[in-house]
């Protein structure tokens, strides 16, 4: 493992920027004298009562629509300000410990990136023309996106420009990075970047996006950590579709990665449809929640999903608009799924040696799953419910064998119980006596 220590202690608090301060889509753009990127310092309070340790940023980097299309690495987007203002937002978040973390988009540039127009201008033989792939007809780009123009992973202006614009922001203040779209980049791409980066950063934190493929592999190529899609699948599916041997599966392999790493876990994130829209039964959000924060991983909260927000991400132009939404103030109340977050994110965090931890099933049916997460001699037991009759639980078939409830939806706390009784829809966690 090569994590910095701090990571065992982050819950991570996503927020999507230029959507989140109303700066895209917008017409028209706001500009850097607006000074949008600060409105979010009003939200790190918010942040910190939730119980969140670190703020992960979606793109701020110029760009000329959503962020994933950079034109220049180096400056911050004007719809959002200026440097002033990423120095502001960093150093107001760090007062109130909460680590920052960058997304950085090396696999591919939008089509205003200087280089870019220079190989446009200059012809195959110009020098920049070597920082992109070739295709067919021209310069590759992104799954089909004309307007994202894929990097030359080979060159080694390539990779030393990565190294340096990493560098150049951790410098700045950064605690780490998101590298949007990891699993399109080659693995000798990031073993010769990450390391050199590391170098200078001891302390910095490397999450690679990964959607699909070896997730072990990408790791082993110098990342700290992937996303972890597999296991957010799981955890929607099997609870709309009754069908917890499918997350218990999931479970197993998360297993396996956790032997070499901490994946980052998540129930929603700028990418996906919220929790709240996805799953059938709205009972079923505290289930989730529930698993993000008892199994093994760096959790993040998709900013919005705290408040019980819904969006449907659809495959068209604007797909991503309704998950992506402009935040007024903060709330001045809790709300109830405010409440739960705050909770389980205060057990996850009183016991942080569940980012290691692994777990196992004690009970498995279609609609129930007792497992048991575990690292060394610290344990919980936890009982989900999604069927329409009680569950019933003994501890005595645990390693606990007795136990004291900590938190459940329907169930009364108890110090002293060899069994409980999880109701419909409902679920326990229960911690050693």
Known sequence: MTEPAWVEHVIWWQIYPLGFVGAFPADPPPAAGEHRLRRIVDWLDHAIALGASGLALGPVFASRTHGYDTTDHYAIDPRL?????????????HRRGLRVLLDGVFNHVGTEFPRYREALDGGPDHPSSAWFRRGRDGFANFEGHGELIALNHRNPAVIDYTVEVMSHWLARGADGWRLDAAYAVPDRFWSEVLPRVRERHRQAWFVGEVIHGD?????????????????????????NDANFHELDWALQRHNDFLATFAPMTFVGNHDVTRIASRLTDPRHVEHALVLLFTIGGVPSVYAGDELGYRGVKEDRAGGDDAVRPEFASPPAEDSDIFRLHKFLIGLRRRHPWLHRATSSAVQLTNEQYVYEVRRGDDALVVALNVGDEPLAVSLRRTALGRGRVVAGSGAPPAEDVDHVTVPPHGWVVVAPV
Do not use: H, I, M, N
């Open 81 to 93: 300000g200026d440097d002033g203002d990423f120095d502001e937002l960093v150093d107001q978040a």
């Open 215 to 239: 997730y072990a592999e990408r790791v082993a190529a110098g990342f700290d950590s992937v996303t972890q899609y597999e296991l957010w699948k799981a955890v929607w599916s099997s609870l």
